[in-house]
């Protein structure tokens, strides 16, 4: 929910105007272990989208790790949204409140990141600061550097990839649409069986991209900002492909589930046979849980598949920035990644290069079970980049405007 | 002379603080609806500073009639809204009607009344769980009697048309209404009326609904009133059994406040002046009804037509009432067992395997919803019967007699959509620093339990025996002492059954926590609502129960207090 | 026989006999009279006469009206009549309102009327159709509730102590106004009370109501004998 202390200001007073960040903070240039003493005693409100339990295990799992080793504790802010972390952001800027703010760190990335670092609301950079961060495997995912199109520049740390996989039912599907096209024709012969979160949703939204990459003329327009002449174009097809699939989707294309663990649970219950996942692990911890039969498996498709990078990046006006940089460093830790990775956490794949690790770091990740219905990098293949966050806020926009009634 | 002086002068002070008592709870409790009602407003017409709102326009409403399926969602609120209201009123009298000779109606009470502890968001969560197509009901039934062997493409929840909305709101509504209307029949000498009426020959039903219904509905007006609010303005239900797109207007307001895009919230006050004045224009038209209504019952009073036996009525009522009661009931029921429940695919009928690892893995993050939900229940209701008790208590000594307008003013919180004025109210709230906080959450809840708790209390403690506290004076005690000495033991029955509504009402709000939370304060509601989106069923059914249960757990400790407490006094151990 | 008629009549509450053995006659136009104090079980041999009897009591017997036995019929269904001590006006019906709630959907538009308008007459109340019911006075209350419940047609006619109520020197007056009426519509009337200026106004058989149930005639010198037989 967003912040109105603005309005107090607001009404009392002009705004006083935002001002530009100090040149460089103090803590960007301090040796780290002076970093680690300053963020002890620190409680770091950590302001992460609350709607998954695994995550949320997680993230329990590194407070209780950060506060026995730095003294550093975390706080999950559980949000539905992350645009609420940003609203709050926005709003203490309007409201002058350079310092001292609520959010000390947010997960975040696409649209998100893109608003709050062109409105200058990002501390940093801070990533090369960061003892892990030269673990980070640049050139192999590139997503770790560019985000959505975007150049991150030490202003946000990744600390999970994610990868458009489709999960299906082996037991009930035999031969998985291996293309969109392909998927249009299975539809049709399998109606009812297949749907996506609402489009509201990142995921649901993902859906629409994936498709777009394959049907859109030029995919290479979609690395720039979309505009009122480009967009149209570029996404005709989409639409006209969108048009024909929708009767044959859930529901007959009427209703949508909320987010992915909605779709999920879809699944389970047998109502659909496919859906789209952005974690290559999540059937195989899906069925760990229980949450998901064992016959599911999961693949790419032949054009491959979008990837990006999740980061947490610190707010200019962050209360508690040392103790933020500790927990964006531990997250970048062997430990934590490979931790996040276990099918039975999180299954999320790390965002280190493994050959970069010394030997018994690396053996942290070979140690780590598979998991039945999770792909290798090799089957995975090199991840499409996510388009410019503009084509998301018009796709968005434009879904809405054909599916409600 | 002087000290008496002075003493006559400190009771005098304390007597007129007492005597403002009402005005001063008027204030506390409707000055936040009012500034909440122009903080909205304001916005509504592009006025927002703050977010570069500088000038008076249309715009926000230009903007709300050309969103995407605003007309739809328009339909779906009004359509749902009269549905319900209608449908659970209907019931109501259709079972008093026909059944108000069977013993069942006398039991009736005591088992509808903790029906009302549980809050409307599990409620729903559980019927949900019943009515999906991969849902319990589906499950019993398949693939023995349907052939399904996959849950069929059938929208029995979050339906275009609000179906489901409409079942879930009736699972809440129908014991409420039945409930005041048992109070008001208690009233209005009902068993009397009814035999006047049958020795002239009329049958039961017709002859209940011609003598007694005219006398009792107005009794029950301002709660129907309530009820029609509700139906029309609901949120949490909304957002587990309603459509999506296009949900009712209510949801739509809340989700255009929570989006990051900040120029939404134009429009999403203007969304919220339109539900108000929807609300308000509902009433206004059911009240119309209920005149057409009083002309057309009048015409068939005087044609003197005596009805029949009303043995079908009563059977149809009879039904109607025992599904609804054991839909309640299933759909807690249903919980339970998914929080115990191992894997479960359709078309099982039961889970593969019982665990408690949900409740393992989630005992730990449930404890914080769980306190806080406890603490800001507790200590609204404390405030509310603290007001209460000083506003009754000022009533009987100053012989203040309430009027229909004090009603009115006690229902103002009901039959105001709540998103109307939530908004406002926290822009009031961040003037005082104070959002965020458990403080303001605690005000926030204090706003729509007041109301219950008085109600509840009010009849019990005006019917109190004048001759208790007449005794008193004349043995010396001061008016204080009375007060605490007398009043209070003999009324603790009273005051524990409203202190146990106070705590439910708390419990199950939704909007106001999170308007006045800023989002940082998790109760059970807030997470059990969140998590329903589509987390897996086993997590969600352990939280639901846990938010049912708590209320319930509450008001069966008002119940079986006063016994325990005044086993030695028969006189004060039964009601 | 014609007239109310009980036969073998026994009512008791739990473990209690409050009412019985009773074999009573009231032929047509009479009034019998029932006395005793209170709390005795009058109540419940006319509740049980007419069909309201509360479930909690147990009640044997027959009742049978000019010849019907009513006593396996529903209570909207006897078409015996019943006066108590409130008058039970119904509070939203006007005068008239009540009145025509009495009055048989049998009887159709203008005839409604003037039946009203002559029942009104009748209790010397004329131009009283549009009255609220609150705002007359408890005699005034009284003759209409007779009214209302004479224009329901019974066959007969039970009194629960229905004067009560009024002032003392009222009694007398209403106490004429409804056996005057009952007399001449031929009713068979059967009244409790537990005031002997009733029984006397009323002239008819007194019968006393013991404790244990027993159901003692009172002969003209004030000796009590037993019931009358049927």
Redesign the interface.
């Known amino acids: 929910m967003l912040d109105r202390r603005f309005l107090l200001l607001a009404t009392l007073a002009a705004p006083a105007a935002a001002r530009a960040q100090p040149e460089r903070h103090p803590l960007l240039s301090a040796p780290w272990p002076e970093v680690v003493a300053a963020a002890r005693g620190q409680t770091v409100f950590w302001n992460a989208w609350g709607g998954d339990d695994r995550t949320n295990g997680f993230i329990a799992w590194a407070n209780d790790r950060v506060s026995e080793r730095f003294g550093v504790r975390i706080r999950h802010v559980r949000l539905r949204d992350t645009a609420e972390a940003v609203a709050r952001v926005v709003a203490e800027k309007a409201a002058g409140r350079i310092d001292g703010g609520s959010v000390d760190l947010v997960w975040i990335n696409g649209p998100n990141f893109l608003a709050m670092k062109d409105a200058g609301l990002l501390f940093g950079p801070f990533v090369g600061r960061l003892p892990n961060a030269r673990y980070i495997d640049t050139e192999g995912k590139p997503a770790t550097v560019t985000d959505f199109t975007v150049p991150v520049e030490g202003l946000a740390a990744p600390w999970r990839m994610a990868q458009i996989v489709y999960v299906y039912d082996s037991a009930t599907v035999k031969d998985p649409p291996r293309s969109i096209p392909a998927m249009l024709a299975w539809a049709r012969a399998n109606p009812g069986r297949l749907t996506h979160p609402t489009v509201r949703n990142f995921l649901g939204a993902t859906f629409l991209k994936q498709a777009l990459y394959e049907l859109a003329p030029d995919p290479e327009v979609l690395a720039t900002a979309a505009t009122d002449t480009t967009f149209r174009p570029a996404t005709a097809p989409l639409w006209d492909w969108y048009e024909a699939i929708r009767p044959h989707l859930w529901r007959r294309g009427q209703q949508f589930p909320e987010n992915g663990p909605a779709q999920r649970a879809l699944m389970n219950d047998g109502e659909i046979d496919l859906m789209i996942s952005f974690n290559p692990s999540e059937a195989s911890t899906a069925i760990a849980n229980g949450q998901l039969p064992p016959s599911v498996r999961t693949y790419v498709l032949e054009r491959g598949t979008i990837g990006n990078a999740s980061f947490v990046a610190i707010p200019f006006n962050a209360a508690h920035k040392a103790g933020a940089m500790v927990v964006a460093d531990f997250l970048l830790s062997p430990e934590a990644q490979a931790h996040g990775q276990d099918p039975r956490v999180m299954g999320t794949f790390t965002v280190l290069a493994l050959h970069r690790l010394p030997p018994e770091e690396r053996a942290r990740f070979e140690r780590l079970p598979r998991g039945v219905a999770t792909l290798t990098d090799a089957e995975l293949g090199r991840p499409l980049p996510e388009p410019h966050p503009s084509w998301m806020t018009r796709i968005v926009a434009e879904w809405e405007r054909r599916v409600t009634p | 002379m002087g000290t008496a002086g002075h003493a006559l002068s400190g009771a005098a002070r304390s007597g007129a603080l007492l005597r403002a008592a009402p005005a001063l709870t008027s204030v506390l409790f409707l000055g936040p609806i009012g500034a909440g009602l122009a903080g909205t407003a304001l916005p509504a017409f592009g006025w927002l500073p703050a977010i570069g709102g500088e000038a008076l326009s249309l715009a926000p409403w230009r903007a709300l009639l050309d969103a995407p399926g605003f007309a739809a969602s328009l339909r779906v609120t009004l359509t749902t809204g009269f549905a319900a209201t209608l449908l659970s009123l209907g019931l109501v009298v259709l079972f008093c009607a026909a059944c108000h000779d069977r013993?069942l109606f006398r039991r009736a009470q005591a088992v509808l009344a903790p029906m009302l502890a549980t809050p409307h968001a599990a409620l729903a969560i559980g019927f949900a769980f019943l009515a999906a197509p991969s849902g319990m009901l589906a499950r019993l039934l398949s693939p023995w009697a349907t052939g399904w062997t996959r849950p069929p493409d059938l929208a029995t929840v979050n339906d275009a048309a609000g179906i489901s909305l409409v079942a879930g709101l009736l699972l809440k509504e129908v014991p409420y209404l039945l409930l005041v209307t048992l109070a008001a029949l208690n009233q209005v000498r009902a068993p009397?009326?009814m035999?006047?009426?049958?020795?002239?020959?009329?049958?039961?039903v017709t002859?209940w609904l011609?003598?007694v219904f005219?006398?009792v509905y107005p009794q029950i007006r301002l709660p129907v009133y309530a009820v029609l609010a509700f139906s029309l303005s609901v949120v949490d239900v909304a957002i587990v059994l309603g459509p999506g797109t296009p949900p009712p207007l209510a949801v739509l307001a809340v989700r255009w406040f929570l989006d990051r895009d900040l120029a939404l919230w134009f429009p999403a006050s203007a969304a919220a002046l339109l539900l108000a004045a929807i609300v308000a224009a509902s009433i206004a038209a059911w009240h119309v009804g209920e005149r057409l209504a009083a002309r057309l019952g009048?015409r068939w009073?005087?044609?003197?037509?005596?009805?029949g036996?009303g043995g079908a009525a009563a059977s149809l009522a009879a039904g109607a009432i025992s599904l609804v009661v054991a839909l309640s009931l299933a759909s807690l029921a249903v919980l339970a067992l998914w929080s115990f429940a191992g894997p479960w695919r359709f078309p099982d009928a039961m889970p593969r395997a019982f665990t408690t690892t949900t409740w393992d893995a989630h005992a730990g993050a449930l404890a914080a919803p769980f306190r806080a939900t406890v603490a800001i229940g507790a200590l609204s209701t404390l405030a509310a019967l603290a007001l209460a008790l000083l506003c009754l208590e000022a009533e009987a000594r100053f012989g203040l007699t309430p009027g229909a307008r004090a009603l009115w003013l006690l229902y103002t919180p009901l039959l105001l959509p709540q998103v109307a004025f939530l908004f406002g109210l926290q822009v009031m709230l961040v003037r005082g620093g104070l959002d965020g906080t458990l403080a303001a959450v605690i005000w926030a809840h204090l706003m729509f339990v007041l109301p219950y708790v008085f109600l509840t209390l009010a009849d019990p403690w005006r019917a109190m025996d004048p001759r208790l506290a007449r005794n008193a004076a004349a043995l010396g005690a001061g008016p204080w002492r009375t007060f605490l000495a007398v009043k209070l033991p003999v009324m603790l029955r009273p005051i524990l059954v409203a202190a146990a509504v106070g705590f439910a009402v708390s419990a199950g709000q939704y909007l106001p926590t999170l308007f006045a939370g800023a989002g940082r304060v998790a109760t059970l509601t807030t997470e059990a609502v969140t998590l329903s989106g589509g987390s897996d069923r086993r997590v969600v059914g352990a939280y639901a129960l846990v938010q049912a249960l708590l209320p319930l757990a509450v008001y069966a400790a008002a119940i079986a207090a006063p016994p325990i407490i005044w086993r030695n006094r028969r006189g004060l151990a039964v009601a | 026989m014609s007239g109310l008629v009980l036969r073998a009549a026994r009512i008791a509450l739990g473990e209690r006999a409050l009412v019985g053995p009773l074999d009573l006659a009231v032929p047509h136009g009479e009034v019998v009279t029932l006395m005793g104090p209170s709390g005795s079980g009058k109540s419940s041999l006319l509740a049980w006469i007419?069909?309201?009897l509360d479930?909690a009591f147990r009640a044997e017997g027959v009742v049978a009206v000019d010849g019907e036995d009513v006593t396996a019929l529903?209570?909207?269904?006897r078409?015996?009549?019943?006066l108590?001590q409130?008058d039970?006006l119904?509070?939203?019906?006007s005068v008239g309102?009540n009145l025509?709630?009495?009055?048989?959907?049998s009887?159709r538009g203008q005839d409604?009327r003037a039946r009203i308008e002559a029942a009104l007459a009748d209790a010397e109340l004329e131009g009283f159709a549009g009255r609220d019911p609150a705002t007359l006075s408890g005699g005034q209350r009284a003759r209409i509730a007779l009214m209302?419940?004479l224009l329901?047609e019974p066959r007969a006619l039970l009194l629960d102590e229905p004067f009560g109520r009024l002032d003392v020197g009222l009694r007398e007056r209403m106490r004429r106004f409804v056996f005057d009426r009952a007399r001449r519509l031929g009713l068979p009337v059967l009244m409790v009370t537990h005031d002997p200026e009733d029984a006397a106004s009323a002239g008819g058989a007194v019968l006393h109501l013991l404790a244990g149930g027993a159901v003692r005639r009172a002969e003209p010198d004030g000796e009590v004998a037993d019931a009358l037989p049927a």
């Open positions: 013993a009397a009326l035999r006047a009426a049958r020795t002239l020959g009329y049958g039961p002859g011609k003598a005219p006398v009048r009073i005087a044609s003197g037509r005596r009805g036996g | 007419c069909g309201t479930p529903a209570a909207h269904r078409r015996i009549g019943i108590f409130d039970l119904f509070p939203h019906l309102g025509a709630f009495g009055l048989p959907p009887v409604r209302r419940t329901a």
